[in-house]
């Protein structure tokens, strides 16, 4: 069965950091792209940033740049958020999941796990 699971999610100061993982079971992220997003209740979720298993590219959305560095362990199987100077929007629950590109949009391809709750107080 293929799972994707989150952890790291909490609690931290405005200007704090966390470090978010995403683990993969059934599964191997060798080929694939894996993609960080986030929800808040009654909002839609979006997507956060992403990473190429396959050529170690990157994305990030505007909100996030240059605060946020996405990264993976190939040996671990996993992919890692590091958030840093945190900021109250930065407040949701974080998913992770993985992707494919066609045409010109990317499309998640599994079923979205319990995600992890980040608050950031001020």
């Known amino acids: 069965e293929v799972q994707l699971v989150e952890s790291g999610g909490g609690v931290a100061q405005v200007g704090g950091s966390l470090r978010l993982s995403c683990a993969a079971s059934?599964?191997?992220?060798?080929?694939?792209?894996i993609g960080w997003f986030r929800q808040a209740p009654g909002k839609a979720r979006e997507g956060v940033s992403r990473?190429?298993?396959?050529?170690?590219?990157?994305y990030y959305a505007d909100p996030v740049k240059g605060r946020f560095t996405i990264s993976s362990d190939n040996a671990k199987n996993a992919v890692y958020l590091q958030m840093n100077s945190l900021k109250p929007e930065d407040t949701d629950v974080y998913y992770c999941n993985s992707e494919y590109y066609l045409g010109s949009a990317y499309y998640t391809t599994g079923a979205w796990g319990q995600g992890t709750q980040v608050t950031v107080s001020s």
């Open positions: 990473i190429s298993r396959s050529d170690g590219s990157t």
């Open positions: 059934g599964f191997t992220f060798d080929d694939y792209i």
